[in-house]
């Protein structure tokens, strides 16, 4: 993070916020002319600090209604069963996230399905039967308190 400056760092934040302001909009959210920002922005890129742009959609406007976070221990604990699992795991499009754990379980996944019925057939005809899964544990979100997908930036650089 030597590189940058708290230029930089203002447009990390903004682009965050709003990934489609244009040169013009962000100039005049940090006082620096469009080019710099045009600049710096394709730098911070080309350097991998933004790593893409997305639509944010909501879920529940497509019937996504049930978000579930989902514990998993694996029947063995081996590379070839890990691969297997992670193998399944990146092929469901209702896996939003999946997070490999220390501890007691050995996989938290972030999933969304239309309702109960999709949530059971998620759990009991594509995670349980497959060769790799022991055990599930399933939690159903009541509410969000907090959703972020970005990551915190300094307010400023030190030193």
Same mark, same amino acid.
């Given at each position: 993070?030597e590189?940058?400056?708290?230029?930089d760092l203002?447009?990390?934040?903004?682009?965050q916020r709003?990934g489609?302001?244009?040169?013009?909009?962000?100039?005049?959210?940090i006082a620096?002319?469009p080019s710099?920002?045009?600049r710096?922005? &394709? %730098?911070?890129?080309?350097?991998?600090?933004?790593?893409?742009y997305?639509? =944010?959609?909501?879920?529940?406007?497509?019937? *996504? !209604?049930?978000?579930v976070v989902i514990?998993?221990?694996?029947?063995?604990?081996?590379?070839d069963n890990?691969k297997?699992?992670?193998?399944?795991?990146?092929?469901?499009?209702?896996?939003?996230?999946?997070?490999?754990?220390?501890?007691e379980?050995?996989?938290?996944?972030r999933?969304?399905?239309p309702?109960?019925?999709g949530? &059971? %057939?998620?759990?009991n005809d594509?995670?349980?039967?497959?060769?790799?899964? =022991?055990?599930?544990?399933?939690?159903i979100? *009541? !509410?969000t308190l907090?959703?972020?997908?970005?990551?915190?930036?300094?307010?400023?650089?030190?030193?």
């Amino acid at each position: 993070m030597e590189h940058l400056d708290n230029f930089d760092l203002k447009i990390l934040a903004e682009l965050q916020r709003d990934g489609h302001l244009t040169n013009n909009e962000l100039s005049e959210l940090i006082a620096l002319s469009p080019s710099q920002c045009s600049r710096r922005r &394709s %730098r911070l890129e080309a350097e991998g600090y933004i790593i893409g742009y997305q639509a =944010q959609i909501d879920r529940q406007k497509l019937g *996504l !209604d049930l978000m579930v976070v989902i514990s998993v221990t694996l029947a063995t604990h081996n590379r070839d069963n890990a691969k297997r699992f992670g193998k399944l795991i990146s092929d469901l499009p209702e896996v939003l996230e999946a997070y490999a754990l220390t501890g007691e379980m050995d996989y938290h996944l972030r999933v969304v399905t239309p309702d109960l019925a999709g949530l &059971s %057939r998620f759990v009991n005809d594509v995670l349980l039967p497959h060769d790799s899964v =022991q055990h599930v544990k399933t939690s159903i979100v *009541l !509410d969000t308190l907090k959703s972020f997908s970005g990551v915190p930036i300094p307010q400023r650089m030190k030193g």
